[in-house]
């Protein structure tokens, strides 16, 4: 019998590939530094912060998985943050997915809508780039 393949697994599978993106590596802690601090520190904070995770867990509907809801509820609360803010980070976040992607940052330009947010998707979920929060967060937590 063939596996069963989740299709969030799939899509992000699919995203990646599409684009070929590269693992993160210490040269990308400048370019997200830069990024986040133009976005503004402190509204980035707010919205990963345990207080607003605890809000959003809150909101959660029954019969829906939680870490979806919350994932989602994230996920628009970022992007509200950076829609917000888009015009000061426009060049870093082009530059900056450019060079996860491989693409020239003409052509991260001149993505459709769809393809900029399947690329976005394709950065933001990947376990590295999780793993780089987490462990930011608890070195600045001490």
């Keep these: ?18 684009f070929g993106i590269r693992p993160f590596r210490a040269k990308d802690i400048a370019p997200m530094v830069r990024i986040i601090t133009k976005i503004g520190l402190r509204e980035f904070a707010q919205v990963i912060s345990p207080e607003n995770i605890k809000a959003l867990v809150g909101r959660a ?3 829906k998985p939680q870490a979806d809801i919350v994932g989602i509820g994230l996920m628009l609360d970022v992007a ?21 992607s491989g693409l020239k940052v003409q052509g991260v330009g001149d993505l459709s809508l769809a393809d900029t947010f399947d690329l976005l998707y394709a950065i933001f ?17 001490k």
Excluded: C, P
Excluded at 1 to 18: F, G, H, L, Q, T
Excluded at 81 to 95: I, P, R, S
């Design 1 to 18: 019998m063939a596996d069963i393949i989740d299709i969030d697994d799939a899509r992000e599978v699919a995203v990646a590939s599409k």
């Design 61 to 63: 509907e029954d019969g």
């Design 80 to 100: 509200a943050v950076v829609g917000e803010n888009f015009d000061k980070v426009e060049g870093d976040l082009f530059a900056f997915m450019a060079s996860m």
């Design 125 to 141: 979920t990947a376990s590295d780039f999780s793993d780089f929060f987490k462990r930011a967060r608890a070195l600045l937590a």
